[in-house]
C-alpha cells in the first residue's frame, strides 16, 4: 500500500491524450458495479482475481461517488474550504482510508478485442485508485479530475472479463485536491474500454487561427499512416502533411457571441475522429488580451461542478441547460474553477459560446496556514506530480476553441513546480496564455489576476504609473504586472444575499482597458439534498453531515441557489453587464454597443408602453442615437430582445433593459372616505388596522444578518472602520439592535390625531432611539425616528414593522421590482406594477437571512388571497427618498435563530416592515465590506405613509 503516500502521479497509465470522438469500437463501462466499502485500504487483495465470488457485495452505479449512496451506510460528505480533513503530513494519509473495491464482469466483442491495442480509460476517480484486469494488475493513478488510460491488451479477451478496482479516498493525492468543495470520493466519471485499430490515430490537435478573414489549421496528428482532414463546408479534403498549415480561406470566426463551428473529421484507412473546429486567435498586445485582434472582456463565472443529488457526476441535460442560463443572464465567460470539467462541457461551451479559462486539478490551501513550510509546490518530489496533472489538463481538452486561457490550478502557493508547469505549457501551446492567480509577481504567468481586490485597488492596477504597490510586489514587480492584462478570476463573493456593488467593478472594465472584467465567485451553491429524522428535505452544507472539520455554509456562495433558482444577486448581473448600454438624453435614446464583435443585427429594440422601436444594427464598439418621443410624465422602458430563438433562449428573451424615469406627480390629497376607519386604539397602541388586528409601528433596526453582514474578511473598504475581527452582525448583536425594548414615553391627543412617543433601547445599554409616531384620522400616520448620539458603526435598517393577520399573504406594488433590491444592488430593479406573495416575496437562501426588501415603493396594496385589503401610499421625505417594504412570515430575530429553512418556526402573523433605508450588501464574507456610500449610518429619518381601504 506504500502507492497510497507515493507523490509520483501514476504507475502505468499512458501518455495524456485528447479526449476524442472516434469510430473505432469502444465499450462504456458505465452501469452498476459490485461494490464493498472497507473503512482502510487494507482488506485483501484477492478481490481483483476472476474467480473471486462477490455475492456478498452491494451493487453501486458508475459513475457515482459512495458516500451519496446507502444513506450513510458508506460514509457522508464532508465539506472543508481551506483545511484539510486529515492531519497535515504529507505525503502520508491516516489509516481511516476509506477504500471502496468494485468488480464487474464485462462481455468484450470480437471488434473491440480484435483491436490492435485496447485501452482502459478513466474520466475521473476519487481520489487514486488501482487497476485490474482478469486479475492482471495495470496500474495505479491518482489526479482525481483527470483522465487516465491504460494499456490492457495483454489481459483481456474477447467474451468474458473482469475488470476489478480498489478506489481509496485518501491519497498523496489528496494534498493536491484542497479546493473549496465537498471531498466526494469513488468513480465518478466515465470508464471506457477504448480499442487502438492498426493504423489508427493515437491523437490530434486542429490547432486553429482566424487573421483578417482567413482562417488556418495547423494540424499535429500522432498516426503510423497517411492522414486526411475535411472540413465539407470548406471544401477542405487533403492530406496532413506534417508541421504544414492548411489555410481553409474564408472562414466565420469563432467568438463566445458567435459561436461558429466547422464540422471537421480527420481519418486514416483504419479509423475516423471527428471534431467540431472554431476559428480564432488568442494574444497578448502589450497590456490588452484580444481574440481575432479585439479586446475580451470577461464577464465570467466560476463553475465548479455540482449537483445536489449527483455531486460532480456529471449530467449533460443539467449541464446543457445551466450554460444555457447563464448565456441568459449575460454571462460569457467560465472558468473551471478548479479543475477540468467533465469533457463534455468543453463541447457545451464551444457550440453555446464562453471565452473558458481551463484550470488544472490542483490546490494546497491548507499549508497557508503552515505559512507555505512544506507546500508541495516547491518540493521536488511532487515535480512530477504538478507536471502530469498540467499536461493531462492541457492534452485531454487542446482542441476546445472556448479556450483562450490554461491556468494552474487554485491557492497553491508559489515555487518551481508552479514554474516548471508554466514553463511546460507555454512549450506546448505558444497559441494560449498562462494563468495562476498565486504567482502575485508574475514570474511565470502571463496574466495579472488578482481575487476579490476592492473596488479602489481594481482602479489603481488599472491606472498607469500608480505608486501604489501591488500585493506581494516590490515595485519593480509591480511595475512588471502592470504591463500586463488584469483580470480578477474571483471577485463578487455571491454568498447567500449579494453581492453588492457589482456595477462599481463593471465601471471600471470601461474606463481602464487593462482591466478585463473578472470571474463571480461563484456560479451555484453546492448544496446536497438529503432530509431530516422526520424526512424533510433540505439542502445540506458543511456540518450537515457529522463532519469532524467543516466549514459550514461556506459551499453555499453561488449566483443560482442548490435547486436550479437564480438569485436576485444573478438578475442584477445580468443587467450590470448587459451588451448594450442605453443612455437617455432628452428626447432620444443613445445605444452603444458594448459586444465583443457582434452587431445587433439578432435583436430588436420595444418600448414596453407601446411598440418597436426602430434601430439600425449597431456593429461593435458603435452607437447610434434614436429618437423616442415618449411622454415624460410616463415611465419609458425599452427592452434590447432576441429577434429569434438561439439555442440558449426563445425568441423575445430580453438582453439589455434601460428605463427613464418620469417626473413623477405629488401625491395628491386625502380622498377620507366616509364611515372608514383605519385605525383603531388601545390604550395609546394601535390594535386594529382598516378593521382588522394589528399592531405597530414598532421601531426595528435589526436585520437578519447576511453572510456578507457575518463576514470577517480583512478586505475592508471602509478602512476608517476596519475592524477585521469584527463582523457587522457582531457589532449589531453587542449594541442589542435585535433586542431592543420600548418605554412609552407620552401619548396625547389633540382632535382627530394621536401622538405617541417611545424610547427604544437595549439592556444594559445607554443608547436610545426616540420614536415619535402621529396619527391622523385621514388615515396618515408619520413616524420620526431619531437616535441618540453615539451609536457606533453602521445599522442594518432604519425602519418600523406592523404585525398584520396571518392570512395577509400577497402584496401588489407600485415601485422598484420585481426582485428584492439593496442600495448597492439596485441595477436589475425597475419601477413598475408587480404583485407577489408573501412566500414569492422571500429567497430560500441556504442559510437564512435578510431576504426580500423592495426599495423606493411609491404605493403597497396587501392581499389576502385575491381581495385587496389595504393599500398604502408613501410619502417622500423632505429629501425625496421613499422607503421600502418588505412583508415576511416571519421576524429577523426569528430568521436569525435558523440555520437552514426547514428550521424556521410555524407563522401565524404576517410581518410588514417598512424601511426608511437599509444597508448595503458588500461582499465581507469573502471580500470587501460595503462600499462607504451604501453604509447605513445612525441618522434621524422620517418615514410617511398613508393608508386607503383595498386596491390602489
Ligand atoms: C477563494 C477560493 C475559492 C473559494 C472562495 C471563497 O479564495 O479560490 O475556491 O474558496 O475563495 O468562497
Redesign the pocket.
Known amino acids: 500500500m506504500a502507492y497510497i503516500a507515493d507523490p509520483r502521479p501514476h504507475h502505468g497509465a499512458l501518455p495524456a491524450r485528447s479526449w476524442l470522438r472516434s469510430n473505432a469500437p469502444a465499450l462504456s463501462l458505465n452501469g452498476p458495479w459490485r461494490f464493498r466499502l472497507s473503512p482502510t485500504a487494507t482488506a485483501p487483495e484477492d478481490f481483483a482475481a476472476e474467480a473471486f465470488d462477490d455475492a456478498g457485495w452491494d451493487d453501486l452505479p458508475v459513475p457515482a461517488h459512495w458516500v451519496l449512496h446507502g444513506d450513510g451506510a458508506y460514509g457522508r460528505p464532508i465539506y472543508t474550504?481551506?483545511q484539510y480533513p486529515f492531519p497535515i503530513d504529507p505525503p502520508h494519509v491516516p489509516d481511516e482510508n476509506p477504500t471502496g473495491d468494485y468488480r464487474r464482469q464485462v462481455d468484450v466483442p470480437a471488434d473491440l478485442a480484435g483491436c490492435e491495442r485496447v485501452v482502459l480509460r478513466f474520466d475521473g476517480v476519487e481520489s487514486m485508485f488501482r487497476v485490474w484486469v482478469n486479475g492482471d494488475e495495470v496500474g495505479t493513478a491518482s489526479g482525481s479530475r483527470l483522465a487516465h488510460e491504460f494499456d490492457v491488451t495483454g489481459s483481456l479477451r474477447a467474451g468474458a472479463n473482469v475488470v476489478a478496482v480498489r478506489v481509496h479516498q485518501w491519497s498523496a493525492g489528496s494534498y493536491l485536491e484542497d479546493?473549496?468543495?465537498w471531498w466526494l470520493p469513488g468513480i465518478f466519471r466515465d470508464v471506457t474500454l477504448i480499442g487502438r485499430p492498426a493504423g489508427g490515430i493515437e491523437d490530434v490537435w486542429l490547432r486553429t487561427s482566424y487573421t483578417d478573414g482567413r482562417g488556418l489549421v495547423l494540424p499535429e496528428v500522432t498516426a503510423d499512416a497517411p492522414v486526411t482532414l475535411r472540413i465539407p463546408a470548406l471544401n477542405i479534403e487533403q492530406v496532413v502533411v506534417a508541421g504544414e498549415p492548411v489555410d481553409v480561406g474564408e472562414v466565420a470566426p469563432w467568438s463566445a457571441e458567435e459561436p461558429m463551428l466547422y464540422d471537421a473529421t480527420v481519418s486514416t484507412a483504419a479509423e475516423t475522429v471527428t471534431l467540431r473546429l472554431g476559428f480564432r486567435t488568442v494574444e497578448i498586445r502589450g497590456d490588452q488580451f484580444l481574440v481575432n485582434g479585439r479586446r475580451v472582456v470577461f464577464h465570467g463565472m466560476?463553475r465548479?461542478e455540482t449537483h445536489p443529488e449527483r455531486g460532480r457526476v456529471f449530467d449533460e441535460e443539467h449541464a446543457r441547460e445551466d450554460l444555457a442560463r447563464m448565456k441568459r443572464f449575460n454571462v460569457n465567460a467560465i472558468r473551471t474553477?478548479?479543475y477540468p470539467p467533465h469533457p463534455r462541457l468543453l463541447d457545451l461551451a464551444d457550440e453555446l459560446g464562453f471565452w473558458v479559462i481551463l484550470e488544472c486539478d490542483l490546490?494546497t490551501?491548507g499549508f497557508e496556514k503552515l505559512g507555505w513550510h512544506g507546500n508541495p509546490s516547491d518540493d521536488p518530489a511532487w515535480r512530477e506530480a504538478y507536471l502530469d496533472r498540467v499536461e493531462r489538463t492541457v492534452e485531454r481538452d487542446k482542441n476546445h476553441p472556448s479556450i483562450v486561457i490554461w491556468s494552474l490550478g487554485?491557492?497553491s502557493g508559489t515555487g518551481a513546480n508552479l514554474a516548471a508547469m508554466s514553463a511546460w505549457v507555454h512549450a506546448r501551446d505558444a497559441g494560449r496564455p498562462v494563468h495562476y492567480?498565486g504567482d502575485y509577481t508574475g514570474d511565470y504567468t502571463d496574466l495579472y489576476s488578482r481575487?476579490?481586490p476592492p473596488v479602489t485597488e481594481t482602479e489603481q492596477i488599472g491606472t498607469d504609473g500608480s505608486r501604489t504597490p501591488l500585493l506581494g510586489c516590490t515595485p519593480a514587480q509591480g511595475a512588471r504586472q502592470r504591463t500586463k492584462p488584469f483580470l480578477l478570476?474571483?471577485y463578487a463573493?455571491a454568498?447567500g444575499n449579494g453581492p453588492g456593488a457589482l456595477d462599481q467593478y463593471e465601471d471600471l472594465v470601461h474606463r481602464h482597458p487593462r482591466l478585463h472584467g473578472g470571474f463571480v465567485?461563484?456560479w451555484r451553491d453546492h448544496g446536497i439534498r438529503t432530509s431530516t429524522p422526520d424526512g424533510r428535505p433540505f439542502y445540506g452544507y458543511g456540518g450537515d453531515f457529522g463532519e469532524v472539520v467543516h466549514d459550514g455554509n461556506?459551499?453555499m456562495?453561488g449566483m443560482v441557489l442548490s435547486d436550479d433558482v437564480p438569485t436576485p444577486g444573478l438578475h442584477e448581473f445580468k443587467a450590470v453587464v448587459q451588451p448594450l448600454r442605453l443612455t437617455f438624453d432628452g428626447a432620444d435614446v443613445v445605444i452603444d454597443n458594448l459586444r465583443h464583435s457582434a452587431d445587433t443585427s439578432d435583436l430588436r429594440f420595444v418600448r414596453r408602453d407601446s411598440s418597436a422601436l426602430a434601430v439600425p444594427p449597431i456593429p461593435p464598439g458603435g452607437s447610434v442615437r434614436v429618437a423616442v418621443d415618449a411622454d415624460p410624465a410616463a415611465w419609458l422602458t425599452i427592452d434590447a430582445v432576441l429577434a429569434a430563438a438561439t439555442a440558449w433562449a426563445p425568441e423575445g428573451h430580453v438582453v439589455a433593459t434601460a428605463q427613464r424615469p418620469a417626473s413623477e406627480a405629488p401625491v395628491a390629497p386625502a380622498r377620507v372616505s366616509s364611515g372608514w376607519r383605519p385605525f383603531e386604539f388601545e390604550n395609546g397602541s394601535l390594535v386594529r388596522l382598516a378593521g382588522r388586528p394589528a399592531t405597530g409601528p414598532r421601531l426595528e433596526l435589526f436585520r437578519a444578518p447576511t453572510d456578507n453582514d457575518e463576514g470577517l474578511s480583512d478586505r475592508i473598504e471602509d478602512s476608517d472602520e476596519s475592524r477585521p475581527d469584527v463582523s457587522s452582525a457582531d457589532v449589531w448583536r453587542r449594541a442589542g439592535l435585535d433586542r431592543l425594548t420600548t418605554r412609552r414615553v407620552s401619548v396625547e391627543r389633540s382632535g382627530d390625531a394621536l401622538r405617541t412617543v417611545d424610547r427604544v433601547a437595549a439592556a444594559d445599554s445607554a443608547l436610545s432611539v426616540l420614536m415619535e409616531t402621529i396619527w391622523s384620522a385621514d388615515g396618515s400616520v408619520r413616524v420620526e425616528i431619531l437616535p441618540s448620539s453615539g451609536w457606533p458603526t453602521v445599522w442594518p435598517r432604519i425602519g418600523v414593522r406592523f404585525d398584520l393577520p396571518g392570512d395577509v399573504d400577497g402584496a401588489s406594488w407600485f415601485g422598484l421590482g420585481p426582485h428584492e433590491s439593496y442600495p448597492d444592488s439596485m441595477r436589475a430593479a425597475q419601477v413598475g406594477h408587480y404583485r407577489a406573495t408573501i412566500d414569492e416575496l422571500s429567497v430560500a437562501y441556504a442559510r437564512p437571512q435578510e431576504t426580500g426588501h423592495r426599495s423606493q415603493v411609491r404605493s403597497l396594496t396587501l392581499t389576502s388571497g385575491d381581495d385587496a385589503w389595504l393599500t398604502l401610499t408613501t410619502i417622500p421625505d423632505t429629501r425625496g427618498r421613499r422607503p421600502g417594504f418588505t412583508l415576511s412570515r416571519h421576524t429577523p430575530q426569528q430568521i436569525a435563530r435558523a440555520a437552514h429553512p426547514h428550521e424556521l418556526p410555524p407563522s401565524t402573523t404576517s410581518y410588514l416592515f417598512i424601511d426608511a433605508a437599509q444597508h448595503g450588501l458588500g461582499s465581507r464574507?469573502?471580500g470587501p465590506d460595503v462600499w462607504p456610500g451604501f453604509a447605513l449610518r445612525p441618522e434621524a429619518r422620517t418615514i410617511r405613509l398613508r393608508f386607503s381601504p383595498g386596491a390602489a
Do not use: G, I, L, T
Open positions: 474550504n481551506v479546493q473549496d468543495q466560476n465548479h474553477s478548479h490546490e490551501h487554485n491557492e492567480e481575487m476579490y478570476c474571483e463573493h454568498m465567485w461563484e461556506f459551499v456562495d464574507a469573502c
